[in-house]
């Protein structure tokens, strides 16, 4: 079957750096999207990862492992406006279809 | 830069009625989605579409039904609205390849 798991919130500080995980389970896998969703607002993509490794981008940081079915994403020097949530989303290699997690709320706080 | 439209951000209808959510898409994308978004089950894709005419189910398509008759606009149908269907509804669309899939605004949908 297919299952996607990532904490369902999550509070820093200002500042601070977060790690949000998220674990997977696929038949076939081809990528793995991380999207930012404001309240009320359209999820907008941040990051994208099918080898490997870590993807930087300026205060945001993906990493993906396949052998372990494993991602995090990586908030650095984090801001009042990164209050929102996260989702985690992986591609199916048969139907080209996104399996979405159900998301973190991440709060951030003074 | 990317842009997908959905024709209302907030509706509210009343039970029975038949209700029509537009989508349209200015990036000649040829595959469109609609999802479901609900607190604590994520999103969850209703139906596809891969071309113009063509349309797939997805996880939870009963109750629902789609028109793609042009390629920039994909349009969700709920045929007779019912309160499980109160929701908010996500437009996406994409191309192929590595690029990921760009979402509308939204529409939060009420049935009473």
């Known amino acids: 079957g297919q299952n996607i798991d990532q904490p369902t919130e999550m509070t820093a500080t200002e500042g601070a750096i977060v790690q949000i995980n998220c674990t997977y389970q696929t038949s076939g896998f081809n990528g793995l999207f991380w999207y930012q969703q404001h309240a009320g607002e359209a999820p907008t993509f941040l990051s994208y990862n099918v080898l490997d490794g870590l993807e930087e981008k300026g205060r945001f940081s993906s990493f993906l492992s396949r052998s372990k079915g494993y991602s995090y994403l990586l908030l650095k020097e984090l801001q009042m406006k990164d209050s929102a949530s996260y989702l985690c989303?992986?591609?199916?290699?048969?139907?080209?279809?996104?399996?979405f997690g159900t998301g973190t709320r991440l709060q951030v706080f003074p | 830069d990317v842009k997908v439209t959905q024709s209302s951000r907030y509706l509210v209808k009343r039970t029975g009625e038949k209700v029509f959510l537009e989508c349209v898409q200015d990036m000649d994308h040829e595959n469109m989605f609609w999802y479901r978004q609900d607190p604590g089950l994520g999103l969850r894709l209703i139906y596809f579409s891969y071309d113009v005419k063509m349309k797939e189910k997805g996880d939870i398509p009963e109750g629902y039904s789609v028109s793609r008759e042009k390629k920039e606009r994909f349009s969700l149908i709920l045929e007779s609205a019912s309160t499980n269907q109160t929701s908010m509804y996500l437009c996406a669309s994409w191309d192929r390849g590595n690029q990921p899939q760009h979402f509308g605004d939204g529409t939060r949908l009420s049935i009473l």
């Open positions: 989303a992986v591609r199916d290699r048969n139907t080209d279809k996104l399996i």
